[in-house]
């Protein structure tokens, strides 16, 4: 085993009395490093950047857990951290016993592994948790959730440059520089979108985070990447590019080619800048 923190107790805490309209999630982050052949109790010297400490390279990891209920009564909590921190290192503990000898395993191990994780998490915590994201990299993550405990969402970012202006015809000139400011210069402006696409694979066919960037790549990197929108772009010549448009055109562009893989597409994200976003995603 590559866990083996300190056994402790946790106090029993009442909850605080919850109202019909309100639900708390706590969201905790535990960052561990999956190595094999590490020793069976490892000190952990530094827990903010991985558990436990090892001088090999090993495959590092973030498990975000994300826990649904009440505050507790007196001390505020919904769960307390360390117990979080403990129930997430103890799972981890099984289901990678030997450590991962690659970081790229097949979409059916990967999803079995979340699902084992999200078992052994609640079984050591006591209660179901609500959602698990095991992120392999600042821009690669899978995701489990209790409402649908048997599907892995598959998520990666992407990046692309472009140039556009924010102009609607039906407007004058004054009433389009007071509304979109200096996004309505007359030669446009560009932007280093990022790109974030979460997709529901399949359970028979494989299909993987290189599958995934190959379809982006081709639907929509190829086509919007070091362009200017309004001018080179089809999609665009009569639609405004706002950050909203652009996550919907590349939604409508991405969800056919991913049904041709067998793949539902979830939900994409487009960041303008760091501050601005819009999310398409399937209606539920």
Not at 160 to 183: I, S, V, Y
Not at 194 to 205: Q, S, T
């Amino acid at each position: 085993m590559i866990f083996s923190p300190e056994s402790q107790s946790f106090p029993v805490m009442d909850s605080v009395p919850s109202t019909p309209t309100t639900r708390t999630t706590l969201s905790r982050c535990v960052r561990i490093s999956l190595a094999a052949g590490a020793p069976p109790a490892p000190p952990a010297f530094n827990t903010f950047a991985g558990y436990p400490s090892v001088n090999s390279v090993p495959l590092w990891s973030e498990i975000v857990v994300e826990v649904t209920g009440a505050p507790k009564r007196g001390i505020g909590y919904v769960t307390s951290l360390a117990q979080i921190d403990q129930a997430t290192r103890l799972a981890a503990a099984d289901a990678f016993p030997q450590g991962i000898d690659s970081a790229l395993q097949p979409r059916t191990a990967i999803s079995s592994k979340l699902t084992e994780l999200s078992s052994g998490i609640s079984a050591h915590l006591g209660h179901p948790i609500a959602r698990l994201t095991w992120r392999v990299s600042p821009y690669h993550h899978y995701s489990w959730d209790r409402s649908m405990p048997t599907t892995t969402t598959l998520s990666c970012q992407f990046e692309f440059a472009a140039a556009h202006r924010l102009n609607d015809p039906d407007l004058t000139a004054e009433e389009n520089l007071a509304l979109f400011g200096k996004c309505n210069r007359p030669n446009g402006h560009g932007h280093n979108y990022r790109l974030e696409v979460a997709v529901l694979p399949p359970h028979g066919p494989l299909f993987g985070m290189a599958d995934l960037e190959r379809v982006v790549a081709g639907t929509v990197l190829d086509r919007f990447d070091h362009r200017n929108l309004n001018v080179d772009c089809a999609e665009f010549a009569t639609l405004n590019p706002t950050v909203e448009n652009i996550a919907a055109v590349c939604f409508d562009l991405l969800r056919p080619m991913l049904a041709e893989e067998g793949v539902t597409l979830q939900r994409v994200t487009v960041w303008e800048t760091a501050k601005t976003s819009a999310t398409v995603e399937v209606a539920t």
